[in-house]
């Protein structure tokens, strides 16, 4: 079965960290590029962070540069999404989406560059 699985959300305060994983599973790993995504109430899904697969370049909306760090392991199938520095304004449900290109650099943001998807993972940072 194809899936994305996160997981590592939670409740944490202003200025502290959080880590996300992403267990990917059914496909080719290593083929793929990855891409953290989010959505907070009342707002649209943006993207957050992309790591891609050709030379695992990594890309950053501004709002999180310098804060957030992406990685993937291919011994363990899992991306991570290291937060740091959290502000209130990251409460969100975190996405895990994939994609069978090795690189985007123009459009790593767009939801509809993505195919596969996971459930999402809650984070709240508190004031």
């Known amino acids: 079965e194809v899936q994305l699985v996160e997981s590592g959300g939670g409740l944490v305060q202003a200025g502290g960290s959080l880590r996300l994983s992403c267990v990917a599973s059914?496909?080719?790993?290593?083929?793929?590029?990855f891409a953290w995504f989010r959505q907070a109430p009342g707002k649209e899904r943006g993207g957050v962070a992309c790591?891609?697969?050709?030379?695992?370049?990594?890309y950053y909306s501004m709002s999180v540069e310098g804060r957030f760090t992406v990685s993937r392991d291919s011994a363990k199938n899992t991306v991570y999404l290291q937060m740091d520095n959290l502000k209130p304004e990251d409460t969100a449900v975190y996405y895990c989406?994939?994609?069978?290109?090795?690189?985007?650099?123009?459009?790593?943001?767009?939801?509809?560059?993505?195919?596969?998807w996971g459930q999402g993972t809650r984070v709240t940072v508190s004031s």
């Open positions: 790591i891609s697969s050709m030379d695992f370049s990594t």
């Open positions: 059914g496909f080719t790993f290593d083929d793929y590029s």
């Open positions: 989406a994939a994609a069978p290109w090795g690189h985007r650099a123009g459009t790593w943001y767009r939801g509809d560059e993505y195919n596969l």
